[in-house]
């Protein structure tokens, strides 16, 4: 808002016509925005330099939340098994319904994945050009593919991930999960077979599997198509465009990040 203008009266007016003058003051033309110089080798190296910690900062954390997940499966399983097994009387449902947590978890720590490795591709991609560049330059490093500042600078402009869902969820399941759900589906037989008396046939543990109004056959379906999808899913994940490792090659950073996939 401007600041109005106080203009005294001026004498020859008549006494009627005297009084306080209001005016509002032009605006001033806009300058033009100057236009952005190059800059030197070393200011690059500076700023490069700064990003490249901005983005490692970035890395950490979300790899730090990768682990606040985990953490949560592995203490529900280990309150869940522990109540299971406290008495003979309690139900084996906790189990099954703690492997849908669980499955829940997963599905979060996927998401949080694909955060982190969004972030941690641009630092590969750093490391691998820019700074073992610096301690071995390699000729026609680019293999006539785009330069790795245009990757950098359309991913920075246009950020996407760099795997789906499915492919994150298959990562963290082989990677961490699979010894989780494995438990599970163990102390669920094991419970079953030894509460409230030890079984002494297939047939005793068969009826025991019923939950409620569910019978015994729906739930031995349920199960084995569940932990089939777990054997799907982590069988999907060898087939992914990267397996070798938390660590990504050079090659494999700049083809991620030349070929991510769009936001979901």
Same mark, same amino acid.
């Given at each position: 808002?401007?600041?109005?203008?106080?203009i005294?009266p001026?004498p020859t007016?008549p006494?009627?016509m #005297?009084?306080? #003058?209001v005016t509002?003051?032009?605006?001033?033309?806009?300058?033009p925005?100057?236009i952005?110089?190059?800059?030197?080798?070393?200011?690059?190296?500076?700023a490069?330099?700064?990003l490249?910690r901005?983005?490692?900062s970035?890395?950490n954390?979300w790899? /730090?939340?990768?682990?606040?997940t985990?953490?949560?499966a592995v203490?529900?399983?280990?309150a869940?098994?522990?109540?299971?097994f406290?008495?003979?009387?309690?139900?084996?449902v906790?189990?099954?319904?703690?492997?849908?947590?669980?499955?829940f978890?997963?599905?979060i720590?996927?998401?949080?994945y694909?955060?982190?490795?969004?972030? #941690?591709?641009?630092?590969?991609?750093?490391?691998?050009e =820019?700074f073992?560049?610096?301690?071995a330059?390699?000729?026609d490093?680019d293999?006539?593919?785009?330069?790795?500042?245009?990757?950098?600078a359309?991913?920075l402009?246009?950020?996407?991930?760099?795997?789906?869902?499915?492919?994150a969820?298959s990562?963290?399941l082989?990677?961490n999960?699979v010894?989780i =759900?494995?438990?599970?589906a163990?102390s669920?037989v094991t419970k079953?077979?030894?509460?409230p008396?030890?079984?002494r046939?297939?047939?005793e /543990?068969y009826?025991?599997?019923?939950v409620?109004?569910?019978p015994s056959?729906?739930m031995?379906? =349920?199960g084995l198509? =569940?932990n089939?999808g777990l054997v799907?899913?982590?069988?999907l994940?060898?087939?992914s465009q990267?397996?070798?490792?938390?660590?990504l090659? #050079?090659?494999?950073?700049?083809?991620?990040?030349?070929?991510?996939?769009p936001?979901?």
């Open positions: 808002m401007q600041r109005p203008t106080f005294p001026s007016e006494p009627t #005297r009084g306080p #003058r509002t003051a032009a605006p001033m033309p806009r300058a925005l100057p952005t110089r190059p800059l030197t080798p070393n200011e690059f190296n500076t490069l330099v700064h490249y901005g983005e490692l970035r890395a954390t790899r /730090v939340r990768l682990d606040g985990t953490n949560w203490l529900t399983t280990g869940t098994l522990s109540f299971a406290s008495s003979a009387s309690n139900t084996p906790m189990i099954l319904l703690n492997s849908l947590l669980i499955m978890f997963l599905f720590e996927a998401r949080r694909r955060f982190y490795d969004l972030w #941690r591709t641009r630092v590969r991609v750093m490391e691998t =820019f073992a560049d610096m301690l330059p390699e000729p490093s293999n006539g593919g785009p330069h790795w500042r245009e990757l950098l359309q991913d402009m246009e950020p996407h991930f760099n795997i789906s869902v499915i492919e969820m990562r963290r082989r990677r999960y010894w =759900f494995a438990l599970l163990l669920w079953v077979g030894i509460h008396t030890i079984a046939s297939f047939t /543990v009826d025991r599997a019923a409620g109004p569910l056959w729906f031995l379906l =349920f198509a =569940f089939g799907w899913l982590g069988w994940g060898e087939k990267e397996s070798s490792g938390e660590i090659s #050079r090659n494999e950073a700049r083809d991620k990040m030349g070929s991510g996939t936001n979901e």
